[in-house]
């Protein structure tokens, strides 16, 4: 046969290419270790959003909320002495 004629005929059934077998065992192995390696990497990225807010929750949150209470009462203070003149 020439390699034109091969390269032209129909492709053969997967059965007889891989010598009996179908090919659906290896296909279903490799979509379960798909699976656990998206589980796997679902699981990390939980993990390291958890330990990342878990550090937000340290005494900084406390210091940038007081300093924020702090601007909002000087921004509240400043209207008033701005206002208190006019009346």
Request: hydrophobic fraction near 45%; aromatic fraction near 8%; proline fraction near 5%.
């Amino acid at each position: 046969m020439s390699l034109r004629a091969r390269y032209n005929e129909a492709p053969r059934p997967l059965s007889s290419r891989a010598g009996g077998r179908t090919g659906t065992l290896s296909s279903e192995r490799d979509s379960k270790s798909i699976i656990r390696q998206w589980d796997r990497e679902i699981e990390t990225e939980l993990r390291r959003e958890a330990a990342a807010s878990a550090g937000a929750r340290g005494p900084w949150k406390a210091v940038v909320w007081g300093a924020l209470w702090c601007l909002w009462l000087t921004v509240l203070f400043g209207a008033v002495a701005l206002i208190r003149p006019l009346h």
